[in-house]
């Protein structure tokens, strides 16, 4: 079967072989500190294929030579390697439960610190803007966004959704306890519907690596939805650990509905339960 460099192609699938592989998350962490080893193997692949694919490249040694030689920037990658799945109001239940057994909490706080790792376009953030503004805390808090790509991240700037969204967007935002209609928070401009940016203004945007950024702040609730899935489930306590330095004693942390760390030993002296059915626990 021919070979180019250091793959295959089997039934038009490009083939990564573990050297190449290995060589590729050495490369990446000592040039970007940039811990793709943590990342589940099978979406790290697949990831990896999609992203020399979108560049039009040949091989993984392709893209580590056009990373090393300036053609491609680490951002680019970094834009076509990560998942931006991402809608508004999504998993509403677990909105529902983050709003009934965490918010309360706050009433009487008059500086409230919000960390969201995984801002992605935008719509976990307009979601987060508009539970607090219902819930008379907006105006209190400081929301710092994250994500691990600039790129990825300049678009949560300004949310916008298509309007077609709206419609699933808006059942979701009533299951979540939502008490208008949803297209309230948002301005129309042709097929898209922008988030109000009158929202926006106790938002500030940053890039964080999950895996190893520090931040100044100490955060009150820390919501990081959907983010351990796709790291393997022996690094994911490395992951809440650093997540755990930027939390204030007391802070709650909000994950998604098919993440948890029950299973993680060495993080039941850290965090305690607050909602086994979604996931939203409170640091001792």
Request: hydrophobic letters at 40%; glycine letters at 4%.
């Amino acid at each position: 079967m021919p070979a180019q460099g250091n793959y295959i192609k089997r039934n038009n699938l490009l083939q990564i072989s573990a050297l190449e592989l290995d060589t590729f998350l050495v490369f990446m962490e000592s040039e970007y500190q940039f811990k793709l080893k943590w990342y589940n193997s099978a979406s790290a692949e697949r990831r990896l294929r999609k992203t020399i694919k979108n560049l039009q490249l040949n091989s993984l040694s392709q893209l580590q030579a056009s990373l090393q030689s300036g053609t491609i920037s680490f951002q680019r990658f970094l834009s076509e390697f990560t998942v931006n799945v991402t809608q508004v109001f999504r998993e509403p239940e677990s909105l529902k439960d983050l709003k009934n057994n965490v918010l309360p909490f706050f009433r009487k706080e008059l500086d409230i610190k919000v960390l969201l790792v995984g801002s992605s376009s935008g719509a976990e953030l307009a979601t987060l803007c508009i539970i607090l503004k219902e819930n008379g805390l907006l105006e209190r808090s400081k929301i710092l966004a994250t994500d691990i790509s600039e790129n990825i991240l300049r678009e949560a700037y300004k949310p916008k959704i298509q309007k077609s969204e709206l419609i699933e967007g808006h059942e979701n935002y009533l299951i979540a306890g939502g008490y208008r209609e949803l297209d309230h928070y948002f301005l129309s401009a042709g097929a898209q519907a922008y988030l109000d940016e009158s929202l926006l203004e106790k938002v500030e945007f940053k890039t964080f690596d999950i895996c190893h950024s520090e931040l100044e702040d100490r955060f009150d609730l820390v919501i990081c939805k959907n983010v351990l899935i796709y790291f393997q489930y022996d690094e994911q306590h490395h992951l809440i650990n650093n997540l755990s330095r930027h939390m204030k004693d007391k802070s709650f942390l909000a994950l998604g509905e098919k993440e948890s760390i029950l299973r993680l030993q060495k993080l039941n002296d850290v965090f305690s339960l607050v909602s086994g059915n979604f996931n939203i626990y409170r640091k001792n």
